[in-house]
């Protein structure tokens, strides 16, 4: 089974509707992270959370809300979706590393798109 | 805003070519990190590097982080059609905050 999984892998909507993207991971990790990604942008990072009452802003985190509802599960809300909003979202969680760099793990990722 | 700038965006190839893949800033980073992502995946770590000065190998492929650790490079020997995807750098602003900044990305496209 995955790490960290996405639902849902796939989503059409329309411009005006709430969407909520899922994610759930069980590799025991602390932190966790929703970033975005389009062509020739790379990815960016819209929110993250260190522990369950840990919530920070990203570079691009307006238009978005995040919701972390246990330590395995981070959710991302798009309260009303808008076309510019259509992209690739992961989710990616790390462990704290106290001598270096965290290594992130991502999900398969979530396309999303707002007509 | 600090910004990673990688170059080239896109690049074809034939198998068994060498090639490299610059990432650069003008921003210092505590580390640096490349990743590789796959069509319908998520990006998976390839290297980290944190010493100013630093060359890893991995197999074919060798990463290596400038002395003022502003700037990195991947250097692929013999290139595969098992190498073609998506590579991102990405950096560490300030030691372990876990915070990435992420370039644009390399398409690479190995042709057999």
């Known amino acids: 089974d995955a790490d960290v999984t996405q639902t849902p892998r796939n989503r059409i909507t329309k411009t005006g509707k709430r969407i909520m993207l899922e994610c759930s991971q069980t590799?025991?990790?602390?932190?966790m992270y929703w970033y975005r990604q389009d062509p020739g942008l790379g990815l960016r990072l819209i929110y993250y959370?260190?522990?369950?009452?840990?919530?920070n802003k990203g570079e691009i985190s307006d238009g978005y809300s995040v919701s972390r509802q246990a330590q395995a599960k981070f959710s991302l809300s798009l309260e009303s979706a808008i076309p510019n909003q259509t992209a690739l979202y992961f989710c990616?969680?790390?462990?704290?590393?106290?001598?270096?760099?965290?290594?992130?793990?991502f999900g398969p990722g979530t396309r999303l798109t707002v007509l | 805003t600090q910004l990673l700038e990688q170059s080239p965006q896109f690049l074809s190839i034939q198998e068994g070519e060498n090639l490299t893949v610059y990432c650069n800033s003008s921003?210092?980073?505590?580390?640096l990190q490349w990743y590789r992502q796959e069509p319908g995946e998520g990006p998976v770590l390839l290297v980290t590097?944190?010493?100013?000065?630093e060359v890893k190998k991995l197999k074919r492929l060798t990463f290596q982080f400038g002395d003022a650790r502003k700037d990195s490079s991947l250097h692929i020997t013999a290139a595969q059609t098992g190498d073609t995807g998506l590579y991102l750098c990405?950096?560490?602003?300030?030691?372990?905050?876990?915070?990435?900044?992420f370039g644009q990305g390399t398409t690479l496209q190995v042709k057999p």
């Open positions: 990616a969680t790390s462990a704290h590393d106290r001598g270096g760099t965290d290594t992130q793990y």
């Open positions: 590097v944190v010493t100013g000065g």
């Open positions: 921003s210092v980073f505590s580390s």
């Open positions: 590799k025991g990790h602390d932190r």
């Open positions: 959370s260190f522990d369950v009452k840990d919530i």
């Open positions: 990405a950096g560490d602003v300030s030691s372990n905050t876990g915070k990435l900044i």
